[in-house]
């Protein structure tokens, strides 16, 4: 069964804003990735955060790790058109077994 | 650098056929590859994982199987298609000990 909840389903905001998606869990992990994958494609690594990590950034990207809530949070800031996908967490927890969410669609208006 | 392909990218094959999924990967050695299937809007699930060649492990119960004949091989079959099976089937690696996975393009399979 899928671990993780996205929240919202999905997102739709004008170039520019920010957009932040959330990721819920159930049970402990050794790490939590994020995922992109645009329309009837694969999907493409973002970032990972370790069980021992808070927050941590890459270009555009912000993800935080709140292990006492067993949730995550990405924030894309200044997003662009070319942001548009739907964004997944995925947990693992003793294994390199990934386990995904449901995913956010987000769309970006020019 | 490695590089990861999938084959067919689309198929149409009526209930009852078999099926035969290919993924291969370049540029490294003895990866753990995983077969994931993901329906329409919805997230991935596992199909099968494999540490290395004739080592297959399935997660759920279902009418596929996985097979492993080469390192860097990872073929995805059933004998008789359900309606079920129709889906967007994905395959990935990652280097043994290493959490990031990469995923190929995709196989979108639709079972009439």
């Known amino acids: 069964s899928q671990q993780g909840e996205e929240d919202p389903q999905a997102l739709s905001i004008q170039e520019g804003e920010n957009a932040t998606m959330n990721c819920s869990y159930k049970?402990?992990?050794?790490?939590l990735q994020w995922y992109r994958q645009n329309s009837g494609r694969g999907l493409v690594h973002l970032i990972l955060?370790?069980?021992?990590?808070r927050e941590k950034h890459s270009g555009r990207l912000r993800v935080t790790l709140d292990t006492s809530k067993k949730s995550s949070s990405l924030l894309i800031t200044a997003s662009r058109a070319a942001d548009t996908a739907s964004y997944f967490c995925?947990?693992?927890?003793?294994?390199?077994?990934?386990?995904f969410g449901t995913g956010t669609r987000l769309q970006v208006f020019p | 650098s490695q590089t990861i392909h999938q084959w067919p990218a689309t198929l149409v094959q009526p209930v009852g056929s078999p099926l035969s999924l290919e993924c291969t990967v370049e540029?490294?050695?003895?990866?753990?590859l995983y077969w994931y299937r993901q329906a329409a809007g919805r997230g991935l699930q596992l199909l099968f994982y494999?540490?290395?060649?004739?080592?297959i492990s399935s997660e759920v119960p279902q009418n596929l199987s996985a097979s492993r004949p080469q390192d860097r091989q990872f073929i995805l079959s059933s004998k008789k298609l359900l309606l079920s099976d129709s889906g967007f089937y994905l395959c990935?690696?990652?280097?043994?000990?290493?959490?990031?996975?990469?995923f190929g393009p995709g196989t979108r399979l639709t079972v009439l």
């Open positions: 955060i370790r069980s021992n990590e």
């Open positions: 049970t402990s992990i050794n790490n």
């Open positions: 990935a690696w990652n280097p043994t000990r290493e959490y990031e996975q990469f």
């Open positions: 540029g490294t050695s003895n990866p753990n």
């Open positions: 494999s540490v290395g060649i004739g080592q």
């Open positions: 995925a947990t693992t927890q003793n294994t390199d077994k990934l386990i």
